[in-house]
């Protein structure tokens, strides 16, 4: 007994078997849409599939770092224009055409009799694509508006509908639906694996790329998954450009740089904070020139006298004392508290709770 197909087997099989695909998403297509829509249509490109990809309205933002130039406003080029002539009381001779400055006419002979205009008709011919795919849209009425402008345009053709959202009505001849897919990117890496393996190169890795990383908000979002990482991780080795997505998508960059920068702590001051009045009062024969100035001097002994207050204690011209008792305490009786902090070897957060 066969086994049934799956849907997404399903899918790749009418991929395979069409000649013309249409491609078409959201009214005001989102990062995903746009990016899946970009990804797919240059892969069946690639595997000799004529393709028309369509997105009538303005295009989001990660569009800056798509290959988009073949995604089109309209339906043109699709469907044939056919003049129709009546020749049921004028029988036709000859039929030529010629093309004058911007206007082509057509020039009918008839053996006998005139044609008139009430003889002559127009209409449009068939739809040439065979196939449909929708992505990432999860009702009919959502589509794209090139289907309130052509409402018969998927009629009596395969409609493929592959979406991640829960809420999707399954409106397609085949519904390729995970809700568990953090995006339609995510879900179209293995259909693209299946019809045209090995030929993601780094155009199609930075749509899928950023498809993936819009949907998961750079991979921060609860829809983030193992799946959606390393699916990522295959794309930045297929040459995705991370850092342009990043920009794209929001606004910043992540290089290497700017981490060191964001974490690295500030530079440490040579013996500062072992200074107390016991070792102060025996100044150093060699002097040191510096450039730093006196007010981050002020500001270190301002740091120790603040975490020192938070031991009960405080500096005075005396020494150590005790703020509860007044007492002066040996810097000895200290040591065990204090030691991790005045360290020169060791870096502690100071924000972390030790």
Known sequence: MQQELTPKQQAVEL??????????????????????????ELILQRVGK???????????????????RHISRDL???????????????????????VNDDNLEVVISPFSGNFTAENASFDYGAYKFDLVIVLGVSEISKIDAILEQNP???DGIHL??????????????????EPQASSVCEMLVGVIESVAQGMIDYHVATALLAG?????????????????????????SGGAKQQEIVQALFGQTT???????????????????????????KPESKSVKSDKPVEKTAEKAETI??????????????????????KIIQTEELSSGTEDEQSPKKFKNPSLKQ
């Open 305 to 326: 006298a603040e975490k020192l207050a938070k031991k009960g204690v405080e500096l005075s011209q005396d020494g150590v004392k005790d703020t509860q008792t007044g």
């Open 212 to 236: 993936i990383m819009s949907s998961t908000k750079g991979f921060t979002a609860p829809n983030t998954t193992a799946k959606s990482l390393t699916i990522a991780a295959q794309m930045m």
């Open 160 to 177: 493929i509908n592959i979406d991640s959202h829960r809420s999707n009505e399954n409106y397609g001849s085949v519904n390729y639906v």
């Open 15 to 40: 991929i395979k078997q069409a000649n013309h695909i249409l491609l078409v998403t959201g009214k005001e297509p989102n990062n995903d849409q746009l990016s899946s829509m970009v990804a797919l």
């Open 255 to 281: 290089t290497r740089d700017n981490s060191i920068r964001e974490f690295r702590p500030e530079p440490k001051k040579v013996k500062e904070s072992q200074e107390t009045p016991e070792n102060t009062a």
């Open 152 to 154: 018969t345009i998927f």
């Open 76 to 98: 043109t080029g699709i469907r044939d224009f056919v003049i129709r002539l009546d020749t049921k009381d004028v029988e036709v001779d000859k039929l030529r055409y010629e």
């Open 50 to 68: 004529q393709v028309s990809a369509i997105v009538t309205s303005d295009m989001p933002k990660v569009h800056k770092v798509l290959d988009t």
